[in-house]
C-alpha cells in the first residue's frame, strides 16, 4: 500500500504527537509480514518542497525504508485526468488547485502502479474516497483502518503488478501513442486494418466519455486482449473487445466476458452492451455461449442483480429489458433444474432461490483454494490455464451424498494454516457435472482443470477404486467472507442446526440464500 506525504512524514517523527503515533502504528511488528509500505513520485515531490533543510533530509534518508514504485507517466496523466474529470462532475464547489491535484496524483499513481490501497491522514483526501474508488479503485484509508482491517486491506492488495486472476497474465492501461502497437495483434476484419484500427482506439481519448482503454499481456508481454469501456447510467458500454491469436484465446475470451460482467455488477450496471463492429469470431462465439443476444447494435446480456423468488427474478428481468424495449420469458417456481439454472447462467448473477435446483457446500482446504480460487492470494503466479478458465475440477471420494447436476456449490475453507483465516465461505459456483470413475482416466480427462497431481486423485479413491470429479464454473468470490460464527447465526436464524461439513453436502436453498447474501452484505 502507498503513503502520501502526511503519513510518511509521521513515520519520520514529523507532526503532532497523535499524527506520529498514528503513522507509526503502520511499523507495528506484528504487521511487517502482512503489509508493505511503499510510496510514489509524488512523494517525492512533496518531499523536496520541505522548507527546512535538516527537516528534508531525514525525510529524504527515510525513503530507503519504503518499497519505490515508478508508474508509467502516460498512464499516471491519463488517470489523473479523469480522476479531475469526476471532481468537477462530482464535487464542483471543491477548486482543483495544485494541492487538489496533488492529492488526486496521489491516487493514480497509486492505480497505475498496481495498488489499491493509499494510506492518509489529509481529510481533504479522504474526501475524495468515494471517487477514488469509483474512478480508479484505488481504497483510501486512515491508518487506523489499516490496524482494523488488516485482513480486508491484504486481500485487497496486489503484490504483483495487476496481475489477472493471479496469472502472469497482467492488465494496463493503453498510454497515449501506444495504439499503433497493437495494430499487429488486432487487425483482424476488413475495414478495420491498419490505421483505421489504430485512429478509431486513438479517438475514443478524446469523444468526451471517459473510457478506460485495458490491454491484457501474456507472461512474455504480448498483447492477448483488449477491452474499451464506459458506464453510461445503468449500462456498461464496451466500444472493442478483440483478442489476438494465442494458445489460450478462446479461454480468454470467455473469461473477458464473466470479467465485464463482474464489473457491470460493481458498478452498478443492469446490462453489458458490447458495441464492437469488428468484434473478434473467438470473441463473438463466447458472447453467444455466454447468453449473450445480438441485435443490430451489438451483443447484450442483462445483470440482474436479485437472489430470491423465481418470480421476482423474471420480474427484474422483464423490467430491465423492458426499459431496452425487449422481452423476456416469465420464470416460477415451477421451472426445472436445468431451466433455473441457465437463467442464472444467462442472468448472472440471478439465483432463483425457490425452483428444484439445488445446493450444496463443500469442504476445501486453504492449499487448494489458493490454487483454484486465489484464496487466500497467491505470491507466486498461479497456473494459467487454470487461473484464467472459468471452469474447474475439485476431486473426492465416490460416495455419494445426493449429488445432482445442475446445482450450485458453496465452498468453505475448511481449516487454516499459520498467518491464514480458516472456517469460513468463500463464494459459490455453478456445478455443471459429477463423474465417478477410475482416478487415472478421471485425471486424463481433468487435469488441465483441476490442481490435484495424478497421485492425489488416487489418493482420492475410496475401497471402490473409483473417484468423483466435480466440474464447476463461474465462481463468484464473496466481497465479504462468511465466517463460522455468522454460518452459525444465520442457520439458527432459519432454525436449522449448522454443523460444518466434513465432505460435500446438500443444504436448503434457504440457508444457500442466506449465505450468499451474507457474503454481498455492504459493509
Not at 416469465?330 to 425457490?354: G, N
Not at 487415472?440 to 473417484?467: I, M, N, P
Request: charged letters at 25%; hydrophobic letters at 45%; a negative charge.
Amino acid at each position: 500500500m502507498t503513503v502520501d506525504h502526511g503519513v510518511f512524514a509521521g513515520l519520520r517523527g514529523a507532526g503532532t504527537e497523535r499524527a506520529v503515533a498514528e503513522s507509526r502504528a503502520l511499523e507495528a511488528g506484528w504487521l511487517a509480514d502482512l503489509i508493505e509500505l511503499a510510496f510514489t513520485p509524488q512523494l517525492l515531490h512533496d518531499v523536496r518542497d520541505v522548507e527546512e533543510r535538516e527537516a528534508r533530509n531525514h525525510q529524504r534518508a527515510g525513503l530507503a525504508e519504503l518499497r519505490s514504485l515508478s508508474p508509467d507517466s502516460a498512464a499516471v496523466a491519463i488517470r489523473l485526468e479523469e480522476l479531475a474529470a469526476a471532481v468537477r462532475k462530482e464535487l464542483p464547489d471543491v477548486p482543483l488547485d495544485g494541492r487538489q491535484r496533488a492529492r488526486l496524483r496521489y491516487v493514480a499513481e497509486t492505480s497505475c502502479a498496481g495498488l489499491q490501497v493509499l494510506v492518509t491522514r489529509d481529510p481533504a483526501l479522504a474526501a475524495l474516497a468515494d471517487i477514488a474508488w469509483d474512478v480508479a479503485r484505488v481504497k483510501v484509508v486512515a491508518p487506523a483502518v489499516v490496524t482494523l482491517h488488516v485482513d480486508e486491506l491484504r486481500q485487497a492488495q496486489v503484490y504483483r503488478p495487476a496481475d489477472l486472476m493471479g496469472t502472469a497474465f497482467s492488465a494496463e492501461e493503453i498510454a497515449p501513442g501506444g495504439e499503433g502497437e497493437l495494430v499487429a495483434f488486432f487487425d483482424q476484419a476488413e475495414g478495420d486494418r491498419g490505421t483505421g484500427f489504430a485512429e478509431r482506439l486513438k479517438s475514443l481519448a478524446n469523444d468526451g466519455v471517459l473510457w478506460r482503454r485495458e490491454l491484457l499481456r501474456d507472461g512474455e508481454g504480448y498483447p492477448v486482449a483488449l477491452y474499451v469501456w464506459a458506464m453510461d447510467v445503468r449500462t456498461l458500454n464496451v466500444a472493442f473487445l478483440r483478442t489476438a491469436s494465442h494458445l489460450l484465446e478462446e479461454t480468454l475470451a470467455r473469461q473477458l466476458l464473466f470479467m465485464l460482467k463482474r464489473l457491470g455488477r460493481e458498478r452498478g450496471a443492469q446490462a453489458v452492451r458490447i458495441t464492437d463492429p469488428f468484434l473478434s469470431p473467438t470473441a463473438m462465439a463466447a458472447a453467444g455461449a455466454d447468453g449473450f443476444t445480438e441485435d443490430e447494435s451489438g451483443f447484450t446480456a442483462l445483470l440482474v442483480d436479485v437472489c430470491g423468488p423465481a418470480e421476482a427474478v423474471s420480474e427484474k428481468a422483464a423490467e430491465i429489458a423492458g426499459r431496452m424495449r425487449r422481452s423476456m420469458p416469465r420464470l416460477d417456481d415451477r421451472v426445472s433444474p436445468e431451466i433455473a439454472s441457465m437463467a442464472e447462467r444467462v442472468w448472472w448473477p440471478a439465483k432463483l432461490t425457490d425452483t428444484a435446483l439445488p445446493s450444496f457446500i463443500a469442504p476445501i482446504k486453504p492449499r487448494w483454494s489458493t490454487e483454484l480460487f486465489d484464496i487466500p492470494a497467491m505470491l507466486v503466479p498461479r497456473d494459467d490455464v487454470l487461473g484464467i478458465s472459468r471452469e474447474h475440477v475439485y476431486y473426492r471420494s465416490s460416495g455419494h451424498r445426493g449429488e445432482s447436476v445442475p446445482a450450485r456449490i458453496l465452498w468453505y475453507v475448511s481449516e487454516g494454516t499459520s498467518g491464514q483465516q480458516g472456517k469460513m465461505v468463500i463464494g459459490c459456483s455453478r456445478l455443471d457435472e459429477v463423474v465417478i470413475d477410475d482416478p487415472d482416466t478421471l485425471f486424463s480427462r481433468f487435469e488441465h482443470l483441476g490442481v490435484y497431481g495424478h497421485s492425489e486423485v488416487r489418493a482420492a479413491a475410496d475401497v471402490s477404486g473409483k473417484a468423483m470429479a466435480l466440474r464447476f464454473s463461474d465462481t463468484e468470490i464473496f466481497p465479504v467472507q462468511v465466517t463460522h460464527a455468522r454460518m452459525t447465526a444465520l442457520a439458527k436464524g432459519l432454525g436449522l442446526r449448522w454443523v460444518p461439513p466434513m465432505q460435500l453436502s446438500k443444504i436448503s436453498n434457504t440457508l444457500f440464500q442466506a449465505m450468499y447474501e451474507e457474503g454481498h452484505r455492504k459493509t
